[in-house]
């Protein structure tokens, strides 16, 4: 697919798109945002729900109005979230109803229904919004990989129940009703993968996500997630959920994924890690995406103290515009959080550019 008609606009294909979990790309604002060539973000429902809250957002107008972020936004269904409570803090629990968790320490315990994560996402007012999912770790055992491809379609028919529903009653019309998405379970175990992406495509739903974790232990790309792709087939658009390093990117792109969603360029950022192209204009095809088409640039080394050149040569962010690598590694030096958002917005050029390059390829 080239693109995705959605209520707040089109959706060019391939795009990729920042993590505004608690509605804000951290460090940066939708003004710089959109000068990164950020066409779209995704919002975690679970965070929005607790803080600010579902009432202030939806008082707000919603989630655009809110961040002041007028393009296509996505809200994920808070079940991965979920999940790695679950995996880690132990904080909740999994049942045929949906999820037991607990979001803070000193939070209530919540239940979140397929229902409710409907609601919830109607309430946030997102342009496309995702069916509650049961993830897991390719990891985990047989009975597991069942017991979420089974209960990740069972709710999946839920969600698509209450999604009619919500239309219904707050009398959206089709031309400006929010596109619902599906996940695909199952693991690293095709036979499941298989079930859970036919009796989804069944139930039918606007676009797909490859659900759980798409990379292996070595970082590499898992089979199962051009196996998917295939599965879907190109009538609809596919998600590769939190996809993910450049080189694994253009692999999932390469496999048939045209949405791509992830938190590394934003907290690399952070922790002083910025992308740079070896040779960006020596990139011509997608063949030219060979290993190494990119570096990694550590602006704590010292090296970089005196350095009066900018992160990337012929990058054409505001921070390479404007600033030298010796200033950012003075800024990150005395911890001013001026440095946070000059290296965020070099890194999500970075990958705004790399998508340049691969819609480049298609015209
Ligand atoms: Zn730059």
């Not at 089109?10 to 798109?17: A, N, S």
């Not at 390469?254 to 791509?260: K, R, T, V």
């Amino acid at each position: 697919m080239k693109e995705l008609k959605t209520r707040s606009g089109v959706m060019k294909f391939p795009v990729f798109l920042p993590d505004g979990t608690r509605g804000i790309v951290r460090s940066v604002d939708s003004l710089d945002l959109e000068m990164c060539g950020i066409e779209s973000i995704v919002v975690n429902t679970l965070h929005l729900s607790t803080k600010p809250g579902l009432t202030t957002v939806n008082g707000a107008g919603g989630i655009h109005n809110y961040m002041n972020f007028h393009h296509p936004v996505i809200s994920d269904s808070g079940g991965f979230q979920v999940y790695s409570l679950i995996t880690e803090s132990k904080a909740g629990t999994i049942h045929k109803d949906g999820f037991t968790y607990k979001l803070e320490q000193d939070s209530d315990k919540k239940i979140l229904t397929p229902e409710k994560c409907i609601q919830y996402q109607f309430k946030i007012g997102a342009d496309i919004i995702y069916c509650l999912d049961y993830c897991t770790h390719p990891s985990a055992p047989d009975n597991i990989q069942e017991e979420s491809v089974d209960l990740t379609i069972k709710w999946a028919r839920r969600c698509k129940k209450e999604f009619e529903t919500q239309l219904k009653l707050r009398k959206v019309k089709e031309d400006n009703r929010p596109l619902l998405f599906a996940v695909v379970q199952g693991g690293n175990n095709p036979d499941l993968r298989k079930k859970c992406a036919l009796e989804l495509l069944r139930i039918g739903f606007d676009g797909y996500g490859f659900g759980g974790w798409p990379i292996d232990d070595d970082g590499k790309l898992l089979d199962m997630v051009g196996y998917v792709a295939e599965l879907i087939g190109t009538d609809y658009p596919k998600h590769a959920l939190g996809i993910g390093k450049p080189e694994n990117l253009v692999k999932a792109y390469i496999a048939g994924y045209e949405i791509f969603d992830c938190v590394i360029p934003t907290r690399d950022a952070r922790h002083k890690r910025l992308y740079t192209f070896r040779d960006y204009e020596r990139i011509q095809c997608i063949d030219d995406f060979e290993e190494g088409f990119y570096k990694y640039l550590y602006l704590q080394d010292d090296i970089h103290i005196k350095a009066l050149k900018p992160i990337e040569e012929g990058c054409d962010c505001h921070t390479c515009k404007h600033f030298t690598r010796s200033y950012l590694h003075h800024l990150f030096r005395i911890g001013d959080t001026l440095a946070y958002r000059l290296a965020t917005i070099h890194n999500l050029r970075f990958y705004t550019r790399l998508i340049d390059k691969l819609r480049s390829f298609d015209e």
